[in-house]
């Protein structure tokens, strides 16, 4: 069992809770118009290793991730998910916590035993709800946002925690009234305990000339960090508007 690893990020402290070791897969079937990483995107790429070699690395630095553990992201590491797993798998049989970064673009009812085994051993999910409006998901990403709903409500049935992410894009994903809706959209799932809003960069342009990819968003400004804040207060009243003034998400 071999996974194509784009890079390792050895103590990461903004991908879950704790300082983790963050693992970036090879492969995305979606092009986000704002993706910093699209060096990620072709599967096949990188470097093949085994769940084994990356929990020794986790292992050799364990003191510095006691209060954290793993996070798999990418990329898209649901292209992979045999191979997360049982990284996952080993991961819990040495006592570490797991978190996957995803979209849930890959999630399908058609691989309900691979998502069964995967929810076995799961912690958590970082789960990226680009757009809540499926032609602008499709604009944004060139897929629908349906797999994504779906595999929110399959990890709260499995009782998955799971944080919500959103990129905020001015212009694009930072509308007062879709993000409302987003926030009584996932107060309606006991499992989701914190919103982060991350806002937009373009420190990932360099890459698009290097790899000769248009860049899409060319000339939209990056959003600094109040804007940012006021996006995530936004969303956050929507989930107390649906959760009757209990706001449970932080």
């Known amino acids: 069992?071999?996974?194509?690893?784009?890079?390792?990020?050895?103590?990461?402290?903004?991908?879950?809770?704790?300082?983790?070791?963050?693992?970036?897969?090879?492969?995305?079937?979606?092009?986000?118009?704002?993706?910093?990483?699209?060096?990620?995107?072709?599967?096949?790429?990188?470097t093949l290793m085994e769940p084994e070699e990356l929990i020794e690395k986790f292992l050799r630095n364990r003191s510095y991730y006691k209060n954290g553990g793993i996070t798999v992201s990418g990329g898209e590491p649901l292209c992979q998910i045999t191979f997360v797993t049982e990284l996952f798998r080993k991961a819990k049989t040495e006592g570490i916590?797991?978190?996957?970064?995803?979209?849930?673009?890959?999630?399908s009812d058609a691989l309900s035993e691979e998502y069964e085994k995967?929810?076995?051993?799961?912690?958590?999910?970082?789960?990226?709800?680009?757009?809540?409006d499926d032609e602008?998901?499709?604009?944004?990403?060139g897929h629908s946002?349906?797999?994504?709903f779906a595999f929110l409500e399959y990890l709260e049935k499995k009782k998955?925690?799971?944080?919500?992410?959103?990129?905020?894009?001015?212009?694009?994903t930072d509308d007062e009234e879709e993000l409302l809706h987003l926030g009584e959209y996932i107060g309606g799932f006991a499992n989701v305990q914190a919103?982060?809003?991350l806002p937009y960069h373009t420190m990932g342009l360099l890459k698009y000339t290097e790899l000769g990819i248009p860049y899409r968003l060319e000339g939209v400004p990056q959003m600094d960090e109040e804007a940012a804040k006021?996006?995530?207060?936004?969303?956050?009243?929507?989930?107390?508007?649906?959760?009757?003034?209990r706001n449970d998400a932080t």
């Open 97 to 107: 916590s797991t978190c996957l970064d995803t979209s849930g673009v890959m999630f």
């Open 1 to 46: 069992m071999r996974g194509w690893v784009h890079s390792v990020e050895s103590f990461g402290t903004v991908d879950g809770p704790g300082v983790r070791m963050v693992i970036f897969l090879q492969g995305c079937p979606m092009r986000c118009a704002y993706c910093h990483n699209p060096d990620t995107w072709p599967e096949h790429r990188g």
């Open 136 to 141: 602008m998901h499709c604009k944004l990403t």
């Open 230 to 245: 006021k996006c995530r207060q936004t969303i956050l009243q929507g989930i107390r508007n649906r959760r009757s003034g």
């Open 145 to 148: 946002n349906n797999a994504t």
């Open 195 to 197: 919103v982060e809003v």
């Open 118 to 132: 995967l929810a076995e051993v799961t912690d958590l999910v970082l789960l990226d709800i680009k757009h809540t």
């Open 160 to 172: 998955i925690p799971v944080w919500i992410r959103r990129v905020a894009v001015p212009g694009y």
